[in-house]
């Protein structure tokens, strides 16, 4: 068991506090609700069982079981603004636009996954059906664009396009991991500019229109965007060796559960790729049912293709990357805490 | 057989020219290909299809069978902008943001409806499988966004925010279209908030943004939206017409096609709501399949409560109501010309 914390002193903080900021993620989940009153009532519904909210009674906050999720990229966003100017709230108009922006995807990803269950809820579209839970998630997408753009400055223009283009980088990798479905063999660089753009583009997105927004330099904007989408490439590595090899009564999922779903993850492509064992290659060209035999001797041929020590690596070197970035960033240090310690929380998990 | 013409100047014109400028069109299409061009490769075939356009051969345009089809939306914003300042080509991210935006929802609705061609080609979801025009559809969407926003005058976020609402007001259309196939009892008003939604929110927004990007006077771009308003809304009564009595010779769609798929088209709507004859609410709350005979008689008995005369009075009122519109635009007659041709094409069909 090893674990990567992104330096000692994040190391040391509670979980409760620093980790997620009660204060940032409440005023998120304010303005996020106040911003979905403006959809129409078809959307709205949707949405608000989404995010665990009853229309009913806006009291009942953080609503169903789950809640409306942790908020990372949000937190990110106003975190990142609280550290360049002093007033996270500047980026409040940011964290509403990435958060819709994410929860856009999740109800989308629920339905070509066909996945039942999002944080302790059945999911929209098993409630709402496949039409429109899609049209609900691209009505939270326009009104993403639409709260960044409500205040006419320049730097909510600005932001706007990191946003449209993060947004079309995160299709893309989504298109690629579904392509991938298909493929027999996927290398190692389509996989990790797969992981760059489904999960990497947004968290970097979200620290940089954190910058933005807080009227940072472009050599600051640019290094925060780099801490953001080091950070999204060390938890996409951590999720992959989780999936393979994670303990079920950590993740919450069972033994495995990337190898019975044959996904063709970052470990997987760096033991295909290495091609020595053929059992490997064959069995992610079948299409037959996976057993629990399966599961446990893949994972082994995996691990001794070197893949689990290279994608835990991968893991470290961008943990530190982050941290680099961040550093050069030109944030006083007392300031960068907060970051680090939701950096901390992103990444290290045990594993 | 009666047919509706805005006015007997327009119905005096030929089809070709005036009513489907070439030139428009043609300047539209250069700029979608080249908007295209800016999406990563997943999302790109599947808009490449869609168009009917060839990667390969960008000569080749209007490329496959049924081309990029017919571009109203986007000519009637580059027609506004050149009655409102002479040039139409000041309307032309508009114009194309428009096109993306309809053809974005075109992928959706191909998906959602089942719908197996288009513009005589296979629909892209069942070339490409549904999850990826999903995401193609998002990335038209994005760009139709990026479009407008790429240059930061204020006319482009003003055009944005037009955009942003339509989409919004479409999405509802289309949502409540959805949730009456599976009401037995849908309400006429109601009928008419989601044909609003559906079809008149964006050709109401291309006028718009073509009178806004021409820099029209606010009591001129209201009257420019209500116009296309007006317009999508007669269209929608007589394609309603069509989809029960229309003759398939012209439709090229079975006879009472809408009937067939029980569709609560406005003239059911109305005809329910009279109420007169329980066998139609019978037919309407029915699952079972439908026969030749069931759709004559059905025809017959909508006809007979009122609907087929209701449906091509309250066209004829939207197409005076458009005229009405056009005329407080402050726009000189001889510079109206082009938009009452493409008011009669979009309008004028025999039924």
Redesign the interface.
């Known amino acids: 068991m090893s674990s990567i914390a992104l330096d000692t002193t994040a190391a040391d903080q509670g979980d409760a506090g620093a980790l997620r900021p009660p204060a940032a993620r409440e005023e998120i989940a304010r303005m996020l609700r106040r911003a979905l009153r403006g959809?129409?009532?078809?959307?709205r519904r949707v949405a608000l069982h989404h995010f665990g909210w009853c229309e009913q009674d806006p009291a009942a906050s953080p609503g169903g079981p789950g809640g409306p999720g942790k908020m990372v990229r949000g937190t990110l966003a106003m975190q990142v603004a609280g550290a360049m100017c002093g007033d996270p709230s500047v980026a409040l108009a940011g964290a509403v636009a990435v958060e819709l922006t994410h929860n856009s995807t999740l109800l989308?990803d629920d339905v070509?996954d066909r996945d039942v269950t999002r944080r302790q809820r059945p999911t929209a579209w098993t409630v709402f059906?496949e039409?429109?839970t899609?049209?609900?998630s691209?009505?939270l997408?326009?009104?993403a664009?639409?709260v960044l753009?409500e205040h006419?400055a320049?730097s909510g223009?600005a932001a706007?396009?990191f946003l449209?283009k993060a947004?079309?980088?995160l299709?893309?990798g989504?298109?690629?991991d579904?392509?991938f479905e298909s493929c027999d063999r996927v290398g190692v660089d389509d996989c990790i500019r797969m992981a760059d753009g489904k999960t990497a583009a947004l968290l970097a997105c979200s620290t940089r229109i954190g910058a933005v927004l807080a009227g940072a330099q472009p050599y600051q904007a640019d290094a925060l965007e780099d801490f953001g989408r080091h950070l999204g490439l060390a938890f996409q590595y951590v999720d992959d060796i989780l999936g393979i090899w994670g303990d079920p009564a950590t993740t919450g999922k069972p033994a495995g559960s990337d190898i019975a779903a044959r996904k063709k993850s970052l470990p997987v492509t760096y033991a295909l790729a290495k091609g020595e064992d053929g059992s490997l290659a064959g069995f992610y060209a079948e299409r037959t049912a996976v057993s629990r035999k399966d599961v446990a001797r893949i994972a082994i041929a995996i691990e001794e293709a070197g893949a689990r020590a290279w994608a835990a690596d991968q893991a470290a070197r961008h943990c530190s990357a982050a941290e680099e970035s961040l550093a050069r960033a030109g944030i006083p240090v007392e300031r960068q805490q907060p970051l680090r310690a939701t950096a901390r929380f992103v990444t290290a998990r045990e594993y």
Do not use: I, N
Not at 39 to 43: E, G, R, T, Y
């Open positions: 959809l129409h009532a078809p959307a989308k070509m059906g039409s429109q899609v049209l609900a691209d009505a997408l326009t009104l664009f639409s753009l006419p320049e223009l706007f396009r449209a947004y079309q980088d299709l893309t989504q298109a690629m579904l392509l």
